[in-house]
């Protein structure tokens, strides 16, 4: 594997970050996953938009955009897979042991592993922890993921693949790692951006090409949706056949199956949109 770190490919043995970066130490960095096809990144332009806005969130500098489309190409180049997981990481850089940023400068750093697409279906649950929706971090793509971690393991334990949140007065946010949705009488509903969910890509796609809608929803609607779908960078549409212990039998649904359709038919037309 050869990994992008501070403006070159390194091997996997020489690609090393101090151990008193501080996206290690205290979490100080952004992220972005963008999915791979055939070596190029998909709706990369978007990703690199979310990537300064969350830069901008912790206050950290605008990251170059330039700079991080030559490592996206220089990885996905020595590295060719049909189908990839191109992560970028933006940190802080070394800095000291407290809170406190030092004066070196950013991290960034650019790999890609291979992946496998999703079933067309899956199972989630939902936990009892909550997203704060007005917080410091709300809506931005930080590396610091241990409550994530946290759920996803809990999901695992219960044979589901994605653990789902609600927010601090009740409402239906996210998943670790996808965007919720939910068909009511036929119409696709999610969760708005104010919930403190994090405002993703495939889920932007998805309201675009088929005219869902960002409604306030009760964490129990996942309770009598008619349907439930995941959208994420890895996942692009995919159905949910079971909620907790309701099955949602015949998934995915019409409505899903007609979103999946057209994402799949839209983003093969573009690879950037």
């Known amino acids: 594997m050869r990994i992008w770190l501070d403006?070159?490919?390194?091997?996997?043995?020489?690609?090393?970050?101090?151990?008193?970066?501080?996206?290690?130490?205290?979490?100080?960095?952004?992220?972005?996953?963008?999915?791979?096809?055939?070596?190029?990144?998909?709706?990369?332009?978007?990703?690199?938009?979310?990537?300064?806005?969350?830069?901008?969130?912790?206050?950290?500098?605008?990251?170059?955009?330039?700079?991080?489309?030559?490592?996206?190409?220089?990885?996905?180049?020595?590295?060719?897979?049909?189908?990839?997981?191109?992560?970028?990481?933006?940190?802080?850089?070394?800095?000291?042991?407290?809170?406190?940023?030092?004066?070196?400068?950013?991290?960034?750093?650019?790999?890609?592993?291979?992946?496998?697409?999703?079933?067309?279906?899956?199972?989630?649950?939902?936990?009892?922890?909550?997203?704060?929706?007005?917080?410091?971090?709300?809506?931005?793509?930080?590396?610091?993921?241990?409550?994530?971690?946290?759920?996803?393991?809990?999901?695992h334990r219960h044979g589901a693949s994605e653990a789902l949140f609600g927010n601090t007065v009740g409402q239906l946010c996210e998943g670790t790692g996808s965007n919720v949705f939910v068909v009511l009488d036929g119409e696709i509903h999610t969760p708005p951006v104010t919930s403190g969910c994090l405002p993703g890509i495939t889920r932007a796609l998805t309201i675009e090409w088929t005219g869902a809608r960002e409604t306030d929803l009760p964490l129990d609607v996942l309770g009598r949706a008619d349907e439930v779908f995941l959208t994420s960078t890895l996942r692009d549409v995919q159905a949910l056949h079971q909620v907790d212990d309701r099955q949602l039998p015949g998934a995915p649904g019409p409505v899903t199956a007609e979103a999946m359709r057209i994402f799949a038919e839209r983003s093969a037309r573009d690879l950037d949109p």
């Not at 190409?73 to 970028?88: F, K, S, Y």
């Open 7 to 155: 403006g070159g490919l390194r091997d996997l043995e020489s690609a090393r970050v101090s151990v008193l970066d501080h996206g290690l130490t205290v979490g100080d960095g952004v992220f972005e996953t963008v999915k791979a096809v055939d070596g190029t990144p998909f709706a990369l332009t978007r990703h690199l938009d979310r990537l300064t806005r969350s830069a901008r969130g912790l206050g950290l500098p605008d990251p170059d955009h330039d700079e991080v489309r030559r490592a996206c190409t220089a990885v996905l180049e020595a590295n060719p897979v049909p189908l990839g997981r191109l992560r970028i990481t933006y940190t802080g850089g070394h800095g000291p042991l407290g809170v406190g940023r030092g004066e070196h400068g950013p991290t960034l750093v650019v790999a890609v592993g291979e992946t496998a697409r999703r079933p067309d279906s899956t199972a989630a649950i939902t936990v009892p922890w909550t997203r704060n929706e007005r917080g410091a971090l709300a809506g931005v793509k930080t590396t610091s993921y241990a409550e994530n971690v946290v759920a996803l393991a809990r999901a």
